[in-house]
């Protein structure tokens, strides 16, 4: 089931949230694109303590239950992103992640498990934490961290879920 495809009319609401509401200096943005593509892409800054900029979307629809992996198609710069769940609609809550590095301007197709997703918080892993039921997903998301200082750019296709 795709649940983002970026040359249908119909696309999410994304938004950008950086480390400026920390005090960084990290500029980003989310672009759709006429060629069915959308590009996530910016400048990452460690000074005053920032180092991450993100993107995500509320889903319109709940996930079905039986629903148990998702499936991303992107085009990355040769840095590490992790795409992100949240299965709260509020912004300071439990994200889910899954960690995937890119080739630089190859496109690639990325499989990752619900049950392999990893509870944080404010880059912190958390112990106890279930995990991830589909219908609980509200919103999903990308995120650049990991003190890689400069300039990115990632391309997605589509986002779905099986």
């Known amino acids: 089931m795709i649940i983002e495809d970026f ?14 509401v920390m005090g960084g200096l990290s500029r980003s943005r989310m672009e759709i694109l006429e060629d069915g593509f959308a590009r996530f ?18 889903l319109k629809a709940p996930v079905p239950s039986d629903i148990s992996r998702v499936r991303i198609r992107v085009r990355g710069d040769g840095k590490r992103y992790s795409f992100r769940i949240q299965t709260s609609g509020i912004f300071d809550r439990v994200s889910y992640k899954m960690e995937f590095d890119t080739r630089g301007g ?3 197709t990325y499989e990752f498990s619900l049950s392999e997703f990893v509870p944080t918080f404010r880059g912190r892993t958390l112990e106890g934490i279930p995990a991830i039921e589909a219908v609980q997903i509200q919103q999903i998301g990308f995120l650049i961290a990991d003190k890689q200082d400069g300039a990115f750019t990632l391309m997605i296709d589509w986002i779905e879920v099986t």
Do not use: C, M, P, Y
């Open 7 to 20: 040359d249908k009319e119909n696309h999410l609401d994304w938004i950008v949230v950086n480390d400026g």
């Open 41 to 58: 892409a910016g400048q990452v800054s460690l000074e005053n303590n920032g180092g991450f900029a993100s993107t995500r979307a509320r």
């Open 106 to 108: 190859e496109w690639e």
